[in-house]
């Protein structure tokens, strides 16, 4: 960074990003008085839900799950329409936060970081941004997002195509017309999944790439009735009380019972249960179908033919199921209509692993058996998760020690929040966090609290550096490992390891221990005093 210091704004603490993370860590901050500054890449906040609103865009958390409890006027004022809200309601209900705490006022839009540098002498971090501007602070704390470095795979002639080309992760604000057109969709993730049959409903003729097969499950989706807002909003404390310390913060657990301890039509009708109630439930039927392949293997074969009564075509139904990893340790998708998609005549499915991509071409694509012409060419090919938002900053830390060379075997961190060589930096759902394992908005809240309890302990204190010490770092990590070990998730080349990234190193990021357990982590570490932090006066 070539300005000077001196040139930089100073705040108490920068917070990067505006999704539901930054926008409460931004709330929480200024409500303890913090000069607190807000940086964002878009122009406007909503994270996520900003940049994610291709067709068909919806969460599989239910919304009155999936939303802030911070504040008891907040949730009773505010109607969910729907069972699982679509990203349009989501963004409205961003909006309406940020304007009724104020804190757009906080924030500076259209402002990429690029790079933070820390200065030992002074232990003070300088953030700069790709328009040149430089901001210093006491404290970063980047709420970047797990899901928000978008992947465009290296194809040859990707750059040459000449017709229109979408993003799911950067869909066009105005929205985008498909009739009469000729599509590609390339990738079945959850964003193909939810996208594709939208865009079967309106195009020519939609081709759908597929390198690997996830499980989907069909979202019920509905509108909530009178009687049930009303019955939410009456027991909204008792279902957030249920949510603070349980395994994924939702009020929906697991059976109790294990899967084969069970007799077959008790196993059935639990099964039915969960599969009709939708979202992520289906993942969690029986407290051990992640961990023992045998009680995995009965919640797959369940879900196997619930998929091919949907399917008309068997040999399109053997491409679209998985059977190279136990279901759910790859996140469990959910659609309205993909697999009976299928069955249009105007859609047909490619198997990338049968008959890969050779080029992209200014009118179409060629792949090893044919030449497919199109018009528009859409990417639903995910994201560097957990890592990337963080790694493709320039990020240099006590004693100029990079974050790109400190992980590069592999992230380490303690409880996600702090990093060894970057003092007074925290990361929220980060590596060795539930992160995507949890209610998102519900662990932000909590992850922002610790860390901002731990900025004003420094405050009161007068404490001028906090930094996670090396040992307790390495020891969390191996933790991490440890429980991910003792569960199927390691069998799946899935995104949580990192193998959608060529060259990324293979190792399980998220903590599958339970959002409860994993809060009982940080809460013994707040209690006694941050014995595993340094903290330097």
């Known amino acids: 960074m070539h300005a000077s210091a001196a040139q930089a704004d100073h705040h108490d603490v920068i917070i990067i990003g505006a999704g539901f993370a930054g926008l409460y ?23 996520t839900w900003f940049w994610n609103r ?93 899901l928000s470095a978008p992947i465009k795979p ?34 079945t993730g959850s964003s193909g999944i939810q996208v594709s049959p939208i865009i079967a409903r309106e195009a020519e003729a939609l081709t759908v790439l597929q390198r690997s097969p996830n499980f989907s499950v069909p979202i019920p989706n509905r509108p909530w009735t009178m009687q049930e807002q009303e019955q939410i909003r009456a027991t909204y404390p008792a279902r957030r009380e249920k949510s603070y310390y349980a395994p994924a913060a939702t009020p929906h657990p697991s059976l109790t019972t294990k899967a084969l301890e069970l007799s077959a039509a008790e196993r059935e009708q639990a099964m039915e249960e969960r599969w009709n109630g939708g979202g992520v439930l289906f993942n969690k039927v029986f407290p051990d179908q992640n961990s023992d392949l045998a009680a995995n293997e009965l919640v797959r074969e369940f879900a196997v033919a619930k998929i091919r009564a949907k399917i008309d075509d068997q040999s399109v139904a053997d491409d679209l199921i998985p059977t190279d990893h136990p279901i759910g340790t790859k996140r469990i998708c959910t659609d309205s209509g993909y697999y009976e998609m299928f069955n249009r005549p105007n859609v047909r499915l490619v198997n990338l692993r049968r008959e890969p991509i050779e080029e992209i071409t200014p009118t179409g694509i060629r792949t090893a058996d044919e030449f497919v012409e199109i018009d528009t060419l859409v990417y639903a090919t995910g994201f560097d998760a957990m890592t990337g938002a963080l790694l493709r900053i320039d990020i240099t830390g006590a004693r100029g020690t990079k974050l790109a060379d400190t992980w590069a075997d592999g992230p380490v961190t303690y409880l996600g ?73 390691v069998r799946a080349n899935s995104w949580y390891m990192g193998a959608n990234v060529e060259g990324k190193k293979r190792v399980f990021m998220p903590y599958i221990g339970g959002f409860g357990n994993y809060r009982r982590f940080c809460d013994t570490e707040r209690d006694n005093g941050y014995p595993s932090f340094e903290l330097t006066r």
């Open 25 to 47: 860590g931004v709330h929480r901050a200024a409500r303890a008085g913090l000069n607190v500054l807000g940086l964002e890449t878009g122009v406007d906040v909503g994270g």
């Open 54 to 146: 291709y067709p068909g865009a919806r969460c599989d958390v239910e919304s009155v799950d999936y939303s802030y409890s911070f504040d008891s006027e907040l949730q009773q004022s505010w109607t969910w329409t729907e069972r699982f809200a679509a990203q349009p309601e989501i963004l409205a209900y961003i909006n309406h936060v940020a304007e009724r705490f104020d804190l757009r006022k906080h924030y500076r839009f259209e402002q990429t970081v690029t790079a933070a540098h820390f200065d030992d002498e002074s232990g003070i971090w300088t953030v700069g941004t790709a328009d040149g501007s430089r901001f210093r602070s006491r404290f970063v704390v980047f709420a970047t997002g797990c």
């Open 417 to 489: 929040f702090g990093i060894h060589g970057f003092p007074n930096m925290f990361s929220i759902n980060s590596v060795g966090t539930p992160s995507v394992m949890a209610n998102m908005v519900l662990h932000s809240e909590q992850q922002l609290d610790w860390v901002l309890a731990l900025i004003e302990h420094c405050g009161a204190q007068g404490i001028r550096q906090v930094e996670a010490r090396a040992e307790a770092a390495s020891t969390w990590t191996d933790h991490l490992m440890e429980v991910a070990e003792g569960t199927l998730f």
């Open 154 to 187: 290296n194809i040859p002639g990707v750059e040459t195509f000449a017709g229109e080309e979408l993003f799911t992760a950067r869909w066009p604000e105005e929205g985008v017309s498909f009739a009469g057109k000729r599509v590609a969709v390339i990738g």
